[in-house]
């Protein structure tokens, strides 16, 4: 187990909010013992950093586009010259809403379950009918990664490396499955926002939400760190790459800030047409389940294209180069 040296609370003000200073240390990067991306398991070494406590809520979302007028990804009619083949009439202002079908037949085609609508964006969860009035404290969705990297600039910080997310994301626990140990329910008890039942049809809710939920609705982990796992996945400063770097296994040597993949490399080659880099998403989110998508774990990792947003994807913010109060 890792020991935090220290764990501070940075004071709340209007642009940084509530953040808690973790200690750098070395940990057991990834996993051997689950998808192929998240291997191979390795040892890495982080500097200390400040993290936000939440994900970036609407309250705080909203904040930032009262003072800069920020128009997000989603609220913009995209250029059809970026997309080649896509017919103009359906190129328009929107974002991916989990929007499931009464009837699924095959678990590999997610178009059965997630709908661009016209109109959907972090005002509008839900598409245009829907508002986020009693959502002030769930986690902003319907962000791209420029409109992530947009709020965290103007907040002075930056996204976090996947080495820093996930080191955050395992509290001082080292090599364990989940957060908060090797049992996913310890006790009986839901830990994190994800999904229960049979996946995308039968949501059982078990955990008491549906969709998003308010972002210290669950334990915090053991740096005091809330919605590392599940409710929405969070996007990370580094490029994808279809595996952790091979040579970031080699025992005589540990790599000390690791970066990612490269641009050039994350490319989707399942889509030749539409060459769209693509980000690390860490955490998993409310969708993720046993019976389909067992990410909601801190090894976990996922590809996301750099102009994407969906209704299960937000972001938290790191500080570098600051010491906690004692260091």
């Not at 245009?128 to 992530?148: Q, R």
């Not at 908060?180 to 059982?204: T, Y």
Request: proline share 8%; net charge negative; with cysteine.
């Amino acid at each position: 187990m890792l020991s935090p040296d220290h764990c501070e609370w940075l004071p709340d003000d209007a642009n940084t909010g509530e953040m808690v200073f973790v200690s750098g240390g070395t940990f057991l990067m990834g996993s051997d013992h689950h998808y192929p991306e998240e291997a191979p398991s390795h040892r890495v070494s982080v500097d200390g950093f400040w993290v936000d406590r939440t994900p970036v809520t609407n309250r705080q979302f909203e904040e930032f586009v009262e003072a800069t007028g920020h128009v997000t990804e989603a609220q913009i009619v995209p250029d059809p010259e970026n997309y080649p083949g896509a017919m103009k009439e359906i190129v328009y202002a929107g974002s991916l809403v989990f929007s499931p079908l009464p009837r699924i037949t095959d678990l590999a085609d997610w178009s059965q379950w997630w709908s661009f609508l016209r109109g959907a964006d972090w005002r509008h969860p839900y598409g245009p009918g829907s508002n986020i009035k009693g959502l002030a404290d769930h986690p902003v969705v319907h962000v791209s990664f420029s409109d992530a990297a947009a709020y965290a600039r103007w907040a002075g910080k930056d996204l976090p490396t996947e080495a820093e997310w996930e080191f955050a994301s395992r509290g001082g626990l080292d090599g364990e499955e989940f957060a908060w140990g090797d049992a996913l329910m310890p006790g009986g008890k839901h830990m994190a926002n994800i999904w229960q039942g049979n996946f995308p049809v039968q949501n059982l809710g078990e955990d008491g939400f549906e969709r998003t939920s308010p972002v210290m609705a669950f334990p915090p982990n053991g740096y005091g760190l809330y919605d590392m796992i599940g409710n929405v996945w969070e996007w990370t400063s580094d490029w994808w790459s279809a595996r952790h770097q091979a040579d970031a296994a080699k025992p005589c040597c540990i790599p000390k800030n690791p970066r990612g993949g490269r641009e050039d490399t994350s490319y989707d080659s399942c889509l030749p047409a539409i060459l769209i880099p693509r980000k690390v998403l860490k955490g998993g989110s409310h969708l993720c389940a046993p019976n389909y998508c067992r990410r909601y774990r801190p090894a976990a990792r996922h590809a996301e294209a750099i102009d994407t947003s969906t209704s299960h994807i937000g972001f938290r913010c790191v500080m570098r180069g600051l010491q906690g109060r004692d260091g």
